[in-house]
């Protein structure tokens, strides 16, 4: 049964930083593409960030315009784990996020791709 647990949610103020783990289990994590989205309320899910499947050991990543220079996502396929940095926190960044795994290295951007989700973690950024 495929896993993926995330932490280190919580509430922080404009400027701050939070990171975000995410902790899989059940697959062979290193043959899949790793990515956080996030949902704020009445809004539709959005990416936010993704790892690609490495193949020869050169990690390739993705961002959303809205994040870039501020997030920076990470994985250790060692620990079956996915990182995301958050810094220079603005109250919009406001909303659950959630990490998903994809067996597929395209289109990362696009949460159908994705075959598993977390549960999410509350990130709350007050102004």
């Known amino acids: 049964q495929v896993q993926l647990v995330e932490s280190g949610g919580g509430l922080v103020q404009a400027g701050g930083s939070l990171r975000l783990s995410c902790a899989a289990s059940?697959?062979?994590?290193?043959?899949?593409?790793m990515g956080w989205f996030r949902q704020a309320p009445g809004k539709e899910r959005e990416f936010v960030a993704a790892?690609?499947?490495?193949?020869?050991?050169?990690?390739?990543?993705y961002y959303a315009d809205s994040v870039k220079g501020r997030f920076t996502i990470s994985r250790d396929n060692a620990k079956d784990t996915v990182y995301l940095q958050m810094n220079s926190l603005k109250p919009e960044d406001t909303a659950v996020y959630y990490c998903?795994?994809?067996?597929?290295?395209?289109?990362?951007?696009?949460?159908?791709?994705?075959?598993?989700w977390g549960q999410g973690t509350q990130v709350t950024v007050s102004s």
């Open positions: 998903a795994a994809a067996s597929r290295n395209w289109d990362l951007n696009d949460p159908n791709k994705y075959n598993y």
């Open positions: 059940g697959l062979a994590f290193s043959s899949y593409a």
């Open positions: 790892a690609a499947i490495s193949w020869s050991g050169y990690n390739t990543y």
